[in-house]
């Protein structure tokens, strides 16, 4: 079955510098990967969807990149700010296409 | 504004009890989904449904049981088959019928502890 890899440490990052997640899964290439922000006590919420044949995707101060050969996705946030303190999720299509599964999440803490 | 509504935001059950969780969304979406969040995992899929009087086990459904005969509502009941409930429950929906395409819009959770 799937698998995804989010690191589990907390990123610990000054404001105004850029951070960078890490989405790794195993077995098949999704067609499409997901990338959430939850907040403590709340439901996620949906920021950027990209596609296999997509290397980049782009909007605001967030931008995605999609690896299939190392099967990797990557999330940055440039210009960071406190209010960007958040779990960030990825998550990709498993199966008939129908469901997504989701990673862990990484803690990111961005410091002033 | 629209959105996914989950009531009640913390639940206590007791030993051999059933609880139902409530989720409503007045989003006019087609798919309803329920999942378990717990400390260190990822989302776990319970039961999705793509249309109203019809729905699927997820990757976790036993101990869960759930309804959709209105297009609005997919309440969740957690049975006292569920030897281990407590958790953080999240509904979500989506435009369609399911995709793996179309983003996932989620209610803020019900968290739900034995007494």
């Known amino acids: 079955s799937q698998k995804i890899e989010q690191n589990s440490e907390a990123l610990n990052i000054q404001e105004g510098k850029t951070a960078t997640l890490t989405c790794n899964y195993t077995?098949?290439?999704?067609?499409?990967l997901q990338w959430y922000r939850q907040d403590p006590g709340r439901g996620p919420v949906f920021l950027l969807l990209?596609?296999?044949?997509?290397k980049e995707k782009r909007k605001e101060r967030l931008k995605v990149t999609f690896d299939t050969t190392l099967k990797q996705s990557l999330f940055h946030i440039t210009a960071s700010q406190p209010a960007d303190s958040a779990t960030y999720l990825c998550?990709?299509?498993?199966?008939?296409?129908?469901?997504?599964?989701f990673g862990t999440g990484t803690q990111l803490k961005v410091e002033l | 504004d629209g959105g996914i509504t989950q009531s009640p935001k913390y639940l206590f059950r007791k030993e051999g009890q059933n609880v139902t969780l409530s989720c409503e969304q007045n989003l006019n979406h087609d798919a309803m989904y329920w999942y378990r969040q717990d400390p260190g995992q990822g989302l776990r899929l319970i039961y999705y449904s793509q249309i109203v009087n019809d729905f699927q086990k997820g990757d976790i459904a036993e101990g869960y049981s759930v309804s959709r005969e209105k297009k609005e509502s997919f309440p969740l009941t957690v049975t006292s088959a569920q030897k281990n409930p407590t958790a953080f429950y999240l509904c979500?929906?989506?435009?369609?019928?399911?995709?793996?395409?179309?983003?996932?819009?989620f209610g803020d959770g019900t968290r739900l502890s034995i007494l």
């Open positions: 990209i596609r296999e044949n997509e």
């Open positions: 998550a990709l299509t498993t199966g008939g296409g129908n469901k997504l599964t």
């Open positions: 077995n098949y290439s999704p067609a499409y």
């Open positions: 979500a929906s989506t435009p369609g019928g399911g995709g793996y395409n179309q983003p996932q819009h």
